[in-house]
Protein backbone atom coordinates (compact mmCIF):
# COMPACT_ATOMS: atom_id res chain seq x y z
CA UNK A 1 0.00 0.00 0.00
CA UNK A 2 1.42 2.93 -1.48
CA UNK A 3 -1.08 5.52 0.26
CA UNK A 4 0.22 4.34 3.99
CA UNK A 5 2.96 6.85 4.15
CA UNK A 6 0.65 9.78 4.52
CA UNK A 7 -1.06 8.23 7.51
CA UNK A 8 2.32 8.35 9.26
CA UNK A 9 2.46 11.95 9.18
CA UNK A 10 1.46 13.89 12.77
CA UNK A 11 -1.43 15.95 11.95
CA UNK A 12 -0.19 18.87 12.89
CA UNK A 13 1.98 18.59 10.27
CA UNK A 14 1.66 21.21 7.90
CA UNK A 15 3.35 19.76 4.90
CA UNK A 16 0.72 19.52 2.54
CA UNK A 17 -0.09 15.67 1.34
CA UNK A 18 0.86 14.08 -2.18
CA UNK A 19 -2.59 14.21 -3.25
CA UNK A 20 -3.18 17.80 -1.92
CA UNK A 21 -5.83 19.40 -3.92
CA UNK A 22 -6.69 15.79 -5.56
CA UNK A 23 -9.76 13.86 -5.26
CA UNK A 24 -10.13 12.22 -1.84
CA UNK A 25 -13.75 10.37 -1.95
CA UNK A 26 -15.75 9.96 -4.87
CA UNK A 27 -19.64 8.44 -4.40
CA UNK A 28 -21.05 7.26 -7.75
CA UNK A 29 -24.89 6.57 -7.84
CA UNK A 30 -24.88 5.17 -4.43
CA UNK A 31 -28.43 4.33 -3.45
CA UNK A 32 -29.12 2.95 0.05
CA UNK A 33 -32.32 2.16 1.18
CA UNK A 34 -33.77 0.79 4.48
CA UNK A 35 -36.68 -1.26 3.20
CA UNK A 36 -38.74 0.38 1.17
CA UNK A 37 -37.66 3.68 2.28
CA UNK A 38 -34.78 4.58 -0.44
CA UNK A 39 -32.47 7.10 2.21
CA UNK A 40 -30.05 7.89 -0.85
CA UNK A 41 -30.86 8.26 -4.52
CA UNK A 42 -28.38 7.34 -7.18
CA UNK A 43 -26.21 10.09 -5.17
CA UNK A 44 -23.25 11.57 -6.70
CA UNK A 45 -20.32 13.32 -4.94
CA UNK A 46 -16.88 13.74 -4.19
CA UNK A 47 -14.83 15.44 -1.44
CA UNK A 48 -10.72 16.86 -2.30
CA UNK A 49 -8.55 15.87 -0.24
CA UNK A 50 -8.13 18.56 2.99
CA UNK A 51 -11.06 20.12 2.23
CA UNK A 52 -13.80 20.43 5.34
CA UNK A 53 -16.94 20.05 4.07
CA UNK A 54 -20.45 20.29 6.09
CA UNK A 55 -23.58 18.28 5.30
CA UNK A 56 -26.71 20.03 5.93
CA UNK A 57 -30.49 18.66 5.74
CA UNK A 58 -33.55 17.97 7.52
CA UNK A 59 -33.16 15.25 9.27
CA UNK A 60 -33.94 11.98 7.39
CA UNK A 61 -32.10 13.36 4.30
CA UNK A 62 -29.66 11.48 4.36
CA UNK A 63 -26.78 12.91 5.18
CA UNK A 64 -25.87 10.91 8.99
CA UNK A 65 -25.95 7.69 5.96
CA UNK A 66 -23.20 8.71 4.02
CA UNK A 67 -21.10 9.26 7.40
CA UNK A 68 -21.73 5.67 8.06
CA UNK A 69 -20.93 4.74 4.09
CA UNK A 70 -17.83 5.84 4.52
CA UNK A 71 -17.46 4.13 7.63
CA UNK A 72 -18.45 0.72 6.35
CA UNK A 73 -20.60 0.91 9.19
CA UNK A 74 -23.57 0.11 6.46
CA UNK A 75 -23.59 -1.09 3.10
CA UNK A 76 -25.02 0.71 0.04
CA UNK A 77 -27.23 -1.32 -2.13
CA UNK A 78 -25.77 0.24 -5.26
CA UNK A 79 -22.86 2.43 -6.42
CA UNK A 80 -19.38 2.82 -6.32
CA UNK A 81 -17.37 4.49 -3.15
CA UNK A 82 -13.95 5.26 -3.65
CA UNK A 83 -11.01 6.75 -1.32
CA UNK A 84 -7.92 7.77 -2.71
CA UNK A 85 -8.18 5.95 -5.76
CA UNK A 86 -9.54 2.41 -4.28
CA UNK A 87 -12.48 1.10 -3.87
CA UNK A 88 -14.26 0.90 -0.54
CA UNK A 89 -17.51 0.07 -2.24
CA UNK A 90 -17.65 -2.94 -3.71
CA UNK A 91 -14.37 -4.39 -2.01
CA UNK A 92 -13.28 -8.00 -0.54
CA UNK A 93 -12.73 -7.17 3.35
CA UNK A 94 -9.21 -7.34 3.43
CA UNK A 95 -9.33 -4.42 1.03
CA UNK A 96 -11.32 -2.61 2.83
CA UNK A 97 -9.59 -3.02 6.11
CA UNK A 98 -6.37 -0.86 4.29
CA UNK A 99 -8.88 1.85 3.27
CA UNK A 100 -10.37 2.38 6.47
CA UNK A 101 -7.47 2.87 8.20
CA UNK A 102 -7.47 6.90 6.15
CA UNK A 103 -10.78 7.08 7.69
CA UNK A 104 -11.95 7.91 11.52
CA UNK A 105 -15.53 8.77 13.28
CA UNK A 106 -16.53 10.67 15.78
CA UNK A 107 -20.11 9.62 16.93
CA UNK A 108 -22.89 12.02 18.52
CA UNK A 109 -22.75 9.75 21.28
CA UNK A 110 -19.13 9.22 21.73
CA UNK A 111 -19.01 5.58 21.90
CA UNK A 112 -15.81 5.52 23.66
CA UNK A 113 -15.17 2.36 25.36
CA UNK A 114 -16.12 2.21 29.13
CA UNK A 115 -13.63 -0.68 30.38
CA UNK A 116 -10.71 0.77 29.72
CA UNK A 117 -8.95 4.07 30.61
CA UNK A 118 -9.08 7.26 28.35
CA UNK A 119 -5.38 6.59 27.68
CA UNK A 120 -6.45 3.15 26.49
CA UNK A 121 -9.06 4.42 24.43
CA UNK A 122 -6.30 6.34 22.75
CA UNK A 123 -3.48 3.67 22.39
CA UNK A 124 -5.61 0.38 21.97
CA UNK A 125 -6.10 0.56 18.26
CA UNK A 126 -2.22 2.51 17.44
CA UNK A 127 -0.82 -0.55 18.71
CA UNK A 128 -3.50 -3.67 17.68
CA UNK A 129 -4.16 -2.05 13.99
CA UNK A 130 -1.58 0.17 13.02
CA UNK A 131 1.00 -1.93 15.56
CA UNK A 132 2.91 0.92 17.43
CA UNK A 133 4.91 0.23 19.95
CA UNK A 134 2.92 0.77 23.47
CA UNK A 135 4.77 3.36 24.62
CA UNK A 136 5.01 5.13 21.28
CA UNK A 137 1.16 4.81 20.91
CA UNK A 138 0.95 6.27 24.97
CA UNK A 139 3.60 9.22 24.32
CA UNK A 140 1.15 10.20 21.11
CA UNK A 141 -2.12 9.56 23.28
CA UNK A 142 -0.66 12.18 25.89
CA UNK A 143 0.15 14.54 23.09
CA UNK A 144 -2.97 14.36 21.97
CA UNK A 145 -5.13 14.60 25.18
CA UNK A 146 -3.26 17.50 25.91
CA UNK A 147 -3.87 19.07 22.31
CA UNK A 148 -7.96 18.49 23.56
CA UNK A 149 -7.29 20.21 26.96
CA UNK A 150 -7.38 16.84 29.03
CA UNK A 151 -3.88 15.56 29.91
CA UNK A 152 -4.80 14.83 33.15
CA UNK A 153 -7.28 12.81 32.49
CA UNK A 154 -5.24 9.91 31.48
CA UNK A 155 -6.30 7.60 33.83
CA UNK A 156 -9.57 8.21 33.90
CA UNK A 157 -12.68 6.39 33.08
CA UNK A 158 -14.53 7.93 30.63
CA UNK A 159 -17.85 7.34 32.84
CA UNK A 160 -16.05 9.79 35.00
CA UNK A 161 -16.00 12.81 32.43
CA UNK A 162 -18.65 14.97 31.16
CA UNK A 163 -20.35 14.98 27.93
CA UNK A 164 -17.94 17.58 26.44
CA UNK A 165 -14.71 16.05 27.93
CA UNK A 166 -16.24 12.85 26.42
CA UNK A 167 -16.15 13.73 22.97
CA UNK A 168 -12.99 15.35 22.88
CA UNK A 169 -11.47 12.41 24.07
CA UNK A 170 -13.24 10.89 21.22
CA UNK A 171 -12.00 13.25 18.87
CA UNK A 172 -8.81 12.89 19.73
CA UNK A 173 -9.27 8.52 19.55
CA UNK A 174 -10.01 9.03 15.67
CA UNK A 175 -7.17 11.50 15.79
CA UNK A 176 -4.58 8.97 17.72
CA UNK A 177 -5.04 6.53 14.17
CA UNK A 178 -3.61 9.78 12.14
CA UNK A 179 -6.78 9.14 9.41
CA UNK A 180 -6.84 11.43 5.91
CA UNK A 181 -10.74 12.14 6.59
CA UNK A 182 -11.98 12.75 9.61
CA UNK A 183 -16.12 12.02 9.58
CA UNK A 184 -18.02 14.28 12.41
CA UNK A 185 -21.40 12.61 13.10
CA UNK A 186 -23.69 15.87 14.79
CA UNK A 187 -20.82 15.27 17.07
CA UNK A 188 -22.58 18.18 19.72
CA UNK A 189 -25.95 17.08 19.24
CA UNK A 190 -25.73 14.61 22.82
CA UNK A 191 -24.58 17.62 24.76
CA UNK A 192 -25.51 20.11 27.00
CA UNK A 193 -25.67 23.54 25.43
CA UNK A 194 -22.76 24.77 27.59
CA UNK A 195 -20.31 22.32 26.62
CA UNK A 196 -20.89 22.27 22.98
CA UNK A 197 -18.74 25.76 22.59
CA UNK A 198 -15.64 24.10 23.65
CA UNK A 199 -15.87 21.13 21.74
CA UNK A 200 -16.79 23.48 18.33
CA UNK A 201 -13.45 25.41 18.93
CA UNK A 202 -11.21 22.29 19.43
CA UNK A 203 -13.12 21.17 16.27
CA UNK A 204 -11.79 24.59 14.63
CA UNK A 205 -8.27 24.28 15.75
CA UNK A 206 -7.82 20.98 13.92
CA UNK A 207 -9.40 22.13 11.27
CA UNK A 208 -6.86 25.29 10.62
CA UNK A 209 -4.00 23.15 11.89
CA UNK A 210 -3.91 20.30 9.94
CA UNK A 211 -4.29 18.81 6.57
CA UNK A 212 -6.80 16.32 7.64
CA UNK A 213 -10.45 16.15 4.76
CA UNK A 214 -13.00 16.80 7.25
CA UNK A 215 -16.53 15.23 6.63
CA UNK A 216 -19.37 17.15 8.82
CA UNK A 217 -22.96 16.65 9.90
CA UNK A 218 -24.34 19.68 12.02
CA UNK A 219 -26.91 21.16 12.97
CA UNK A 220 -24.84 24.65 14.12
CA UNK A 221 -25.19 26.86 11.25
CA UNK A 222 -22.38 29.17 12.59
CA UNK A 223 -20.12 26.53 12.57
CA UNK A 224 -20.79 25.09 8.84
CA UNK A 225 -20.29 28.66 7.72
CA UNK A 226 -17.30 29.23 9.92
CA UNK A 227 -14.82 26.24 8.95
CA UNK A 228 -16.46 24.77 5.39
CA UNK A 229 -14.89 25.05 2.36
CA UNK A 230 -17.99 23.34 0.83
CA UNK A 231 -21.78 23.27 2.49
CA UNK A 232 -23.80 20.58 0.58
CA UNK A 233 -27.67 20.84 0.80
CA UNK A 234 -29.61 17.42 0.93
CA UNK A 235 -33.22 16.66 0.82
CA UNK A 236 -34.71 13.34 -0.11
CA UNK A 237 -31.34 11.37 -0.63
CA UNK A 238 -30.29 14.02 -3.06
CA UNK A 239 -27.55 16.97 -2.76
CA UNK A 240 -30.14 20.08 -4.28
CA UNK A 241 -27.84 23.02 -4.08
CA UNK A 242 -23.71 22.87 -2.94
CA UNK A 243 -21.15 25.88 -3.05
CA UNK A 244 -19.23 28.18 -0.51
CA UNK A 245 -21.01 28.47 2.83
CA UNK A 246 -20.85 32.38 2.40
CA UNK A 247 -22.79 31.51 -1.12
CA UNK A 248 -25.44 28.77 0.80
CA UNK A 249 -25.65 30.46 3.86
CA UNK A 250 -26.06 34.34 2.25
CA UNK A 251 -27.70 33.81 -1.13
CA UNK A 252 -29.22 30.09 -1.73
CA UNK A 253 -30.86 29.54 -4.96
CA UNK A 254 -32.77 26.87 -3.69
CA UNK A 255 -36.52 27.33 -2.21
CA UNK A 256 -36.10 24.26 0.12
CA UNK A 257 -32.50 25.37 1.13
CA UNK A 258 -33.87 28.95 1.94
CA UNK A 259 -36.96 27.35 3.95
CA UNK A 260 -34.44 24.87 5.81
CA UNK A 261 -32.11 27.93 6.99
CA UNK A 262 -34.43 30.14 7.87
CA UNK A 263 -36.34 27.32 10.10
CA UNK A 264 -32.92 26.91 11.76
CA UNK A 265 -31.08 29.36 11.82
CA UNK B 1 -36.91 -37.29 68.81
CA UNK B 2 -33.45 -36.73 70.22
CA UNK B 3 -31.16 -34.89 69.25
CA UNK B 4 -27.73 -36.54 69.94
CA UNK B 5 -24.70 -34.15 69.96
CA UNK B 6 -22.37 -36.93 70.06
CA UNK B 7 -23.53 -37.78 66.49
CA UNK B 8 -22.74 -34.74 64.68
CA UNK B 9 -19.15 -35.09 66.54
CA UNK B 10 -19.11 -38.41 65.00
CA UNK B 11 -20.32 -37.21 61.79
CA UNK B 12 -17.76 -34.59 61.30
CA UNK B 13 -14.77 -36.43 59.56
CA UNK B 14 -17.39 -37.93 57.14
CA UNK B 15 -18.73 -34.54 56.68
CA UNK B 16 -15.71 -32.40 55.68
CA UNK B 17 -14.79 -35.73 52.87
CA UNK B 18 -18.13 -35.24 51.76
CA UNK B 19 -17.29 -31.25 52.02
CA UNK B 20 -14.39 -31.33 49.85
CA UNK B 21 -15.90 -33.46 46.86
CA UNK B 22 -18.94 -30.85 46.73
CA UNK B 23 -16.96 -28.04 46.54
CA UNK B 24 -14.54 -29.62 44.04
CA UNK B 25 -17.63 -30.45 41.95
CA UNK B 26 -19.21 -27.00 42.39
CA UNK B 27 -15.93 -25.37 41.57
CA UNK B 28 -14.74 -27.40 38.20
CA UNK B 29 -18.27 -27.62 37.28
CA UNK B 30 -18.77 -23.65 37.23
CA UNK B 31 -15.73 -23.43 35.80
CA UNK B 32 -16.44 -25.58 32.64
CA UNK B 33 -20.18 -24.38 31.97
CA UNK B 34 -18.81 -20.81 32.02
CA UNK B 35 -16.30 -21.41 29.65
CA UNK B 36 -18.26 -24.05 28.19
CA UNK B 37 -21.42 -21.44 27.88
CA UNK B 38 -19.18 -18.93 26.16
CA UNK B 39 -17.89 -21.27 23.58
CA UNK B 40 -21.34 -22.06 22.68
CA UNK B 41 -22.36 -18.47 22.67
CA UNK B 42 -19.39 -17.63 20.22
CA UNK B 43 -20.00 -20.77 18.05
CA UNK B 44 -23.98 -19.92 17.69
CA UNK B 45 -22.90 -16.39 15.96
CA UNK B 46 -20.79 -18.04 13.60
CA UNK B 47 -21.28 -16.84 10.17
CA UNK B 48 -22.16 -20.58 8.96
CA UNK B 49 -25.39 -22.26 9.89
CA UNK B 50 -23.32 -25.45 9.54
CA UNK B 51 -21.63 -24.55 12.65
CA UNK B 52 -24.83 -23.25 14.36
CA UNK B 53 -27.51 -25.59 13.90
CA UNK B 54 -25.27 -28.39 15.25
CA UNK B 55 -24.50 -26.49 18.68
CA UNK B 56 -28.15 -25.16 18.78
CA UNK B 57 -29.40 -28.69 18.58
CA UNK B 58 -27.02 -30.26 20.83
CA UNK B 59 -27.76 -27.38 23.57
CA UNK B 60 -31.02 -27.54 22.88
CA UNK B 61 -31.14 -31.15 23.82
CA UNK B 62 -29.01 -30.93 26.92
CA UNK B 63 -31.05 -27.88 28.26
CA UNK B 64 -34.13 -30.25 27.89
CA UNK B 65 -33.43 -33.47 29.42
CA UNK B 66 -33.51 -34.06 33.23
CA UNK B 67 -29.52 -33.82 34.34
CA UNK B 68 -29.94 -37.05 36.33
CA UNK B 69 -30.52 -38.66 32.66
CA UNK B 70 -27.21 -37.30 31.61
CA UNK B 71 -25.57 -38.32 35.00
CA UNK B 72 -26.63 -41.85 34.39
CA UNK B 73 -26.05 -41.54 30.59
CA UNK B 74 -22.46 -40.58 30.95
CA UNK B 75 -21.79 -42.86 33.82
CA UNK B 76 -23.19 -46.12 32.62
CA UNK B 77 -23.24 -45.85 28.66
CA UNK B 78 -20.03 -44.14 28.10
CA UNK B 79 -17.67 -46.86 29.83
CA UNK B 80 -19.76 -49.52 26.58
CA UNK B 81 -17.91 -47.38 24.11
CA UNK B 82 -14.79 -47.92 25.65
CA UNK B 83 -14.73 -44.29 27.44
CA UNK B 84 -14.35 -44.30 30.92
CA UNK B 85 -13.67 -41.49 33.61
CA UNK B 86 -13.39 -41.37 37.32
CA UNK B 87 -17.01 -40.79 38.74
CA UNK B 88 -15.73 -37.43 40.40
CA UNK B 89 -15.09 -35.99 36.77
CA UNK B 90 -18.15 -37.66 34.92
CA UNK B 91 -20.24 -35.92 37.40
CA UNK B 92 -17.97 -32.38 37.33
CA UNK B 93 -18.68 -33.02 33.38
CA UNK B 94 -21.92 -33.39 33.65
CA UNK B 95 -23.18 -30.47 35.49
CA UNK B 96 -20.69 -28.26 33.98
CA UNK B 97 -22.22 -29.29 29.99
CA UNK B 98 -26.00 -29.32 31.59
CA UNK B 99 -25.39 -25.80 33.09
CA UNK B 100 -23.30 -24.25 30.03
CA UNK B 101 -26.66 -24.56 28.42
CA UNK B 102 -27.78 -21.88 30.53
CA UNK B 103 -24.76 -19.96 30.88
CA UNK B 104 -24.86 -19.24 27.01
CA UNK B 105 -28.28 -18.11 27.34
CA UNK B 106 -26.73 -15.58 29.85
CA UNK B 107 -23.87 -14.71 28.19
CA UNK B 108 -25.71 -14.01 24.89
CA UNK B 109 -27.83 -11.73 26.63
CA UNK B 110 -24.87 -9.83 28.16
CA UNK B 111 -23.74 -9.53 24.55
CA UNK B 112 -26.55 -8.25 23.32
CA UNK B 113 -26.90 -5.67 25.95
CA UNK B 114 -23.27 -4.00 24.60
CA UNK B 115 -24.55 -1.03 22.65
CA UNK B 116 -23.80 -1.29 18.75
CA UNK B 117 -22.08 2.04 19.36
CA UNK B 118 -19.39 -0.31 21.01
CA UNK B 119 -19.39 -2.64 17.62
CA UNK B 120 -19.30 0.80 15.60
CA UNK B 121 -16.50 2.45 17.22
CA UNK B 122 -14.38 -0.39 17.19
CA UNK B 123 -15.02 -0.55 13.55
CA UNK B 124 -14.32 2.76 12.82
CA UNK B 125 -11.28 2.06 14.49
CA UNK B 126 -10.46 -0.81 12.36
CA UNK B 127 -10.04 -3.04 15.21
CA UNK B 128 -9.42 -6.94 14.14
CA UNK B 129 -12.82 -8.74 15.21
CA UNK B 130 -10.98 -10.95 17.49
CA UNK B 131 -9.71 -7.72 19.33
CA UNK B 132 -13.11 -6.45 19.15
CA UNK B 133 -14.52 -9.18 21.23
CA UNK B 134 -11.89 -10.01 23.75
CA UNK B 135 -11.36 -6.20 24.52
CA UNK B 136 -14.51 -4.48 23.46
CA UNK B 137 -17.26 -6.58 24.11
CA UNK B 138 -16.27 -9.31 26.29
CA UNK B 139 -15.19 -7.45 29.15
CA UNK B 140 -18.69 -5.43 29.19
CA UNK B 141 -20.58 -8.13 28.62
CA UNK B 142 -19.50 -10.41 31.71
CA UNK B 143 -19.32 -7.16 33.49
CA UNK B 144 -23.40 -7.71 33.37
CA UNK B 145 -24.00 -10.95 33.49
CA UNK B 146 -22.36 -11.57 36.99
CA UNK B 147 -24.91 -11.87 38.63
CA UNK B 148 -27.03 -14.46 36.85
CA UNK B 149 -23.87 -16.17 36.39
CA UNK B 150 -23.86 -15.83 40.44
CA UNK B 151 -27.54 -17.80 40.62
CA UNK B 152 -26.59 -20.57 38.50
CA UNK B 153 -23.78 -20.93 40.84
CA UNK B 154 -26.10 -21.66 43.73
CA UNK B 155 -28.16 -23.77 41.03
CA UNK B 156 -24.98 -25.93 40.35
CA UNK B 157 -24.56 -26.31 44.22
CA UNK B 158 -28.21 -27.66 45.07
CA UNK B 159 -27.89 -30.12 42.01
CA UNK B 160 -24.48 -31.55 42.93
CA UNK B 161 -26.22 -34.07 45.51
CA UNK B 162 -27.30 -35.75 42.18
CA UNK B 163 -23.24 -37.03 42.28
CA UNK B 164 -24.67 -39.48 44.65
CA UNK B 165 -26.21 -41.90 42.31
CA UNK B 166 -22.85 -42.26 40.32
CA UNK B 167 -21.07 -43.09 43.81
CA UNK B 168 -19.68 -39.92 44.48
CA UNK B 169 -19.63 -39.88 48.26
CA UNK B 170 -20.30 -35.60 48.49
CA UNK B 171 -22.13 -34.58 51.50
CA UNK B 172 -25.94 -36.08 51.14
CA UNK B 173 -23.98 -39.88 49.92
CA UNK B 174 -21.75 -39.13 53.27
CA UNK B 175 -24.81 -38.29 55.07
CA UNK B 176 -26.66 -41.46 54.01
CA UNK B 177 -23.67 -43.73 54.41
CA UNK B 178 -23.55 -42.34 58.18
CA UNK B 179 -27.07 -43.05 58.37
CA UNK B 180 -27.37 -46.31 57.16
CA UNK B 181 -24.27 -47.52 59.70
CA UNK B 182 -25.47 -45.38 63.00
CA UNK B 183 -29.23 -45.65 62.15
CA UNK B 184 -29.10 -41.95 63.00
CA UNK B 185 -31.52 -39.46 60.63
CA UNK B 186 -31.67 -36.19 62.06
CA UNK B 187 -28.20 -35.19 62.82
CA UNK B 188 -26.82 -35.96 59.00
CA UNK B 189 -28.93 -34.66 57.33
CA UNK B 190 -29.61 -31.26 59.62
CA UNK B 191 -25.52 -30.81 59.18
CA UNK B 192 -25.53 -30.97 55.65
CA UNK B 193 -28.49 -28.71 55.35
CA UNK B 194 -26.82 -25.87 57.17
CA UNK B 195 -23.49 -26.64 55.66
CA UNK B 196 -25.37 -26.20 52.01
CA UNK B 197 -27.09 -22.53 53.22
CA UNK B 198 -23.77 -21.98 54.24
CA UNK B 199 -21.64 -22.70 51.11
CA UNK B 200 -24.80 -20.59 49.43
CA UNK B 201 -24.18 -17.56 51.27
CA UNK B 202 -20.45 -17.45 51.08
CA UNK B 203 -20.38 -18.05 47.11
CA UNK B 204 -23.22 -15.26 46.97
CA UNK B 205 -20.66 -13.48 49.01
CA UNK B 206 -17.88 -14.03 46.84
CA UNK B 207 -20.00 -12.66 43.90
CA UNK B 208 -20.97 -9.84 45.70
CA UNK B 209 -17.82 -8.70 45.67
CA UNK B 210 -16.53 -9.29 42.65
CA UNK B 211 -19.22 -7.96 40.99
CA UNK B 212 -18.12 -4.53 43.11
CA UNK B 213 -14.79 -5.14 41.74
CA UNK B 214 -15.61 -5.77 38.19
CA UNK B 215 -19.07 -3.15 37.75
CA UNK B 216 -17.10 0.24 38.41
Known amino acids: MS ?15 ATAGGELIRLEEV ?14 FSVDAGKHVTLIGPSGSGKTTILRLLMTLTKPDEGTITVDGEPLFPAPEKQVREVRKKIGMVFQQFNLFPNMSVLRNL ?11 KDEAEARARELLE ?39 EVTSALDPELVAGVLDLLRDIARSTDITMLCVTHEMNFARDISDQVLMFDSGRVIESGPPEQIFGDPEQERTREFLSAVL | MNWDWNA ?31 LWTLLMRAPSRWVRWPVGVVTEFVRNTPLLVQLFFLFYVLPEWGVTFSA ?24 EAVPVGQWEAATALNLPRRRTWTAVILPQAIRRVIPALGNYVISMLKDTPLLMVITVLEM ?15 EPLTVIGVAFILISYLASLLLRALERRLVR
Request: proline content about 5%.
Open chain 2, 8 to 38: VGDFMPDLWHGLLVTLQALALGSLLSFSLGL
Open chain 2, 88 to 111: LSTGVFAIGLHYSTYTMQVYRAGI
Open chain 2, 172 to 186: LGRARLFSQEHFQFT
Open chain 1, 3 to 17: ADSPLMKEPDATAGP
Open chain 1, 147 to 185: LVGLADKCDARPTMLSGGQQQRVAIARALAMRPRVLLLD
Open chain 1, 123 to 133: TEAPVQVLGMS
Open chain 1, 31 to 44: TKRFGTNTVLDRLD
